[in-house]
């Protein structure tokens, strides 16, 4: 079944680079963090953009929405 996720990502730009970090959660040790690649699977994947909008840390977070096939990221 095809269905559609959220997660939260961070945009910054150092050296006039653009760099894209997503929310991860580990248990056990780091806690909420950033990672650089979204198919790392602590990246927290909210079912609706709603959710997601509320896990922003700030307002220059944004919301991504990715499609996923019976569980696994396209």
Not at 30 to 53: C, F, I, R, S
Request: with cysteine.
């Amino acid at each position: 079944m095809f269905q559609y996720k959220y997660c939260v990502a961070s945009v910054e730009t150092t050296g006039g680079e653009p760099h894209v970090a997503f929310y991860a959660f580990r248990e056990g040790g780091y806690g909420l963090h950033k990672v650089n690649n979204w198919n790392d699977p602590a990246v927290q994947w909210y079912d609706t953009q709603d959710e997601a909008m509320k896990a922003r840390w700030n307002a220059n977070d944004c919301v991504v929405c990715r499609g996923f096939e019976n569980g696994k990221g396209c």
